[in-house]
C-alpha cells in the first residue's frame, strides 16, 4: 500500500513577504516528482515548510502524510514520520564523525537500537555504492569535504535512514559528470513502493539519470503547469518565458490566479494538482 504526501492549498510567507500561494501537490511512494522553475519562485522554501523548518509562517492550508497533518510537529517528529531533506548547502559538524551521526539518527528516527555489525555492513555498502572515500566513517561530518562529496553524503544519509519521502534540493548544483551519475543512479535505485521523492531542480541532466513519474514548473509560489519528459526538454531548450506567455502570466510575483494546466498523458489522480 502507498504512502501519501499531499500538500493542499498551501500559502506561506516570511514578514512582509508571502512566497507560497495556494500550491497543491500529492505525491505517493514509487513516484518521482520533478519541480522546475526561475529562481525565487518558492521551490526551497517547499521544501523547507514540507520538512518543518521554523523560517516560514504557513498562513493557509495543509501538508497531510497518510491523512495527518504534519504541521503540528517539529522538524524531529516528521523526520521519524519518514520525510528526509537533503539540503542545497549541508552543514559542517566538527567534533561528530560520520558514522556516529548516522548511527545515532537511525536510533533517533526507528527507536530502536542498530547492531554494530549490521550498521557497518550497511555503512560499507552505502559507501561503496556512492564511490566515497574509505576513510568517511571517521571523518567529522562534512568538514573539509568538496561540494560533490557534501551531496553525495546526503544521499548515504537518506540510504542509511530509509525515508518514505525524501525532498532533494538541488542536490545537482556543484557536481561533476561522474558524481552527479553517481547521486542520480543512487536515488532512482530507491524508488519503490516504500520511497518517493520531490526532486528540486534546475537541470535536465539530473533527470537523465532519475526518472520522473511527473514534471512540475513552479511560478508566483505555485504550480502551473505538469507534464512529463516533453516540459524538461522544452524548458531545456526556451526557457521558461513560453509559460508565463502561455498562461498569461506578466508579473511573477503578483501572479495569484494562474490555473493549472495538465499536460500530456501522464495526469491522473495521483499527481494532479487540483
Known amino acids: 500500500m502507498s504512502n501519501i504526501l499531499e500538500i493542499k492549498e498551501l500559502y506561506a510567507s516570511v514578514p512582509e513577504k508571502d512566497i507560497l500561494k495556494g500550491l497543491n501537490l500529492t505525491v505517493k511512494t514509487g513516484e518521482v516528482h520533478a519541480i522546475m522553475g526561475p529562481n525565487g519562485t518558492g521551490k526551497s522554501t517547499l521544501a523547507s515548510i514540507i520538512m518543518g523548518k521554523n523560517n516560514y509562517k504557513v498562513t493557509s492550508g495543509d501538508i497531510l502524510l497518510d491523512g495527518e497533518s504534519i504541521l503540528p510537529l517539529a522538524v524531529d517528529e516528521r523526520a521519524r514520520k519518514g520525510i528526509f531533506l537533503a539540503y542545497q548547502y549541508p552543514a559542517e559538524v566538527s567534533g561528530v564523525t560520520n558514522s556516529d551521526f548516522v548511527r545515532s539518527a537511525m536510533k533517533a528516527t526507528t527507536g530502536k537500537d542498530v547492531s554494530l555489525f549490521q550498521f557497518i555492513r550497511q555503512y560499507d555498502k552505502a559507501c561503496a555504492d556512492l564511490k566515497m572515500p574509505e576513510d568517511l566513517p571517521h571523518r567529522y561530518l562534512n568538514e573539509g569535504f568538496s561540494g560533490g562529496e557534501k551531496k553525495r553524503n546526503e544521499i548515504l544519509q537518506m540510504k542509511m535512514l530509509k525515508p518514505k519521502f525524501a525532498i532533494l534540493d538541488e542536490i545537482d548544483s556543484g557536481l561533476d559528470v561522474d558524481a552527479l551519475r553517481i547521486v542520480g543512479e543512487n536515488v532512482q535505485n530507491m524508488v519503490s513502493e516504500n520511497f518517493g521523492c520531490i526532486l528540486i531542480t534546475h537541470y535536465e541532466r539530473l533527470l537523465d539519470y532519475v526518472k520522473p513519474d511527473f514534471v512540475h514548473i513552479m511560478i508566483g509560489g505555485k ?52
Open 223 to 274: 504550480i502551473v503547469m505538469t507534464g512529463g519528459h516533453e516540459l524538461i526538454e522544452k524548458i531545456d531548450q526556451q526557457g521558461y518565458d513560453w509559460v508565463k506567455e502561455e498562461l498569461g502570466i506578466s508579473d511573477i510575483e503578483e501572479e495569484t490566479k494562474v490555473n493549472h494546466v495538465l499536460l500530456g498523458s501522464c495526469a491522473h489522480a495521483g499527481g494532479k494538482n487540483e
